[in-house]
């Protein structure tokens, strides 16, 4: 299963609203999670199964979606929220990444 | 505290073999399924292995397939990744990471592994 991210890079300003963009080439029910990436760390799990908050995540985060179409909003950017986004299906096997979306300033 | 330490990456040549080691604490590691996910040097993620809770389910990237095995010693809050034939595209850092039923919950800081001649 492909998944494909949009947009590649989004540039916001802080305390502005990202919407990220995951599409699936088939459908994966809601077997989607999020994770954020920063410089140098290990990636960081915000979101499974579609739309579940993983412990300790900020409410500004939420997901979204199913079938073939996910969202990842991020209400009100805070400066530690300038990172790299990716999706994850676990579907079936390969588990696979899409390609990510970079969230910059 | 969930733990998660990568240990066995460095300088390898092509085709030469390497073995990752991923020691875990905090949790009861026979109670949970791990995973193998690597990135090269200013790329994205990629999913390379599974193995469940006792070792007898296993899943690998095709990419990997036939090349590397994922393995594991529960008595030793141990995983491990076998790496043979390896290839200069394998350059990367490999992360391990603690499997829910459809995410990956805890991962550890990564091991380099560079592979060139």
């Known amino acids: 299963i492909v998944l494909t991210q949009s947009p590649a890079t989004l540039s916001l300003s802080l305390g502005g609203r990202a919407t990220l963009s995951c599409r699936a080439s088939q459908s994966v029910s809601t077997y989607i999670a999020w994770y954020q990436q920063r410089p140098g760390q290990a990636p960081r799990l915000l979101i499974y199964?579609?739309?579940t908050r993983a412990t300790g995540v900020p409410a500004r985060f939420s997901g979204s979606g199913s079938g073939t179409d996910f969202t990842l909003t991020i209400s009100s950017l805070e400066p530690e929220d300038f990172a790299v986004y990716y999706c994850q299906q676990r579907f079936n096997w390969p588990s696979t990444f899409g390609p990510g979306t970079k969230v910059d300033v | 505290e969930v733990q998660l330490v990568e240990s066995g990456g460095g300088l390898v040549q092509p085709e030469g073999s390497l073995r990752l080691s991923c020691a875990a604490s905090g949790f009861t590691l026979s109670s949970y399924a791990m995973t193998w996910v690597r990135q090269a040097p200013g790329k994205g993620l990629e999913w390379l292995a599974y193995t469940s809770s006792s070792g007898r389910t296993t899943y690998y990237a095709d990419s990997v397939r036939g090349r590397f095995t994922v393995s594991r010693d529960n008595a030793k809050n141990s995983v491990y990744l076998q790496m043979n034939s390896l290839r200069v595209e394998d350059t990367a850092v490999y992360f391990c990471?603690?499997?829910?039923?459809?995410?990956?919950?805890?991962w550890g800081q990564g091991t380099l592994v560079t592979v060139a001649s």
């Open positions: 199964d579609a739309s």
């Open positions: 990471a603690r499997d829910g039923e459809v995410s990956s919950d805890y």
